[in-house]
């Protein structure tokens, strides 16, 4: 147990829904990352927020969106859902802002989604 | 764009045999760190190497990081059923940024 939750562990909706993805960090932790894992196309890094700023941006879509909130809990909106979008989302912390040292990132068990 | 190639993407091995898998790229990262991931769960830090040259021990794991620190490798010896996952490279930068590998899909067979 990484000590990172998220939920919820399975979602599954159509095509034009929009789902928010829930992540709390290890207690302490200041920075939440945000990665899309699927079959072809590996970890993607989409986002990396330090609290409660956005510090980096991957290749996250413009219909994605996401926020870290003042208790340091994140959230990943997807809207405009596309059958392209089912995948595990992966949501990572770590203690500060991940820099030049290589900060060790702790994920969480991941959301799988399945756009029907 | 920095990307890290992971060779070979797959390979089976029974146990007992040694194997070592690749993690290359064009560019240099501040740091690089290998993660196993089970299927269905999350990636697990191995270890993470900052020093060009750097050489790690983790029981039967052995993990080198370049001196050019593009590149990395990592060596398991008499790998075991239980060594059976997929493994990410990771590359980590100042700006806060991961770069993750493909991966490379181990299975080891009793």
């Known amino acids: 147990d990484s000590g990172v939750t998220q939920t919820p562990k399975h979602l599954i909706t159509a095509t034009g829904q929009r789902v928010t993805l829930r992540c709390s960090p290890r207690?302490?932790?200041?920075?939440v990352y945000w990665y899309q894992q699927s079959l072809d196309q590996g970890l993607q890094f989409l986002i990396h927020?330090?609290?409660?700023?956005?510090?980096a941006k991957g290749n996250i879509l413009e219909r994605f969106s996401a926020q870290q909130f003042p208790d340091l809990h994140s959230e990943l909106n997807l809207s405009s859902l596309e059958l392209g979008d089912s995948a595990l989302y992966f949501c990572?912390?770590?203690?500060?802002?991940?820099?030049?040292?290589?900060?060790?990132?702790?994920f969480g068990p991941g959301t799988r989604l399945l756009v029907l | 764009t920095q990307l890290l190639e992971q060779s070979p993407q797959f390979l089976s091995i029974q146990e007992g045999e040694n194997l070592t898998v690749y993690c290359n790229s064009s560019?240099?990262?501040?740091?690089l760190q290998w993660y196993r991931q089970e299927p269905g769960e999350g990636p697990v830090l191995l270890v993470t190497?900052?020093?060009?040259?750097e050489v790690k021990k983790l029981k039967r794991l052995t993990f080198q990081f370049g001196d050019a620190r593009k590149d990395s490798s990592l060596h398991i010896t008499a790998a075991q059923p239980g060594d059976t996952g997929l493994y990410l490279c990771?590359?980590?930068?100042?700006?806060?940024?991961?770069?993750f590998g493909d991966g490379t899909t181990l299975t080891v067979k009793p």
């Open positions: 207690s302490g932790d200041l920075s």
């Open positions: 927020y330090y609290n409660g700023e956005e510090r």
């Open positions: 560019s240099v990262f501040s740091s």
């Open positions: 190497v900052v020093t060009g040259g």
């Open positions: 990572a912390s770590s203690v500060s802002s991940g820099g030049a040292r290589g900060e060790t990132q702790y």
């Open positions: 990771a590359g980590g930068t100042n700006a806060g940024k991961s770069t």
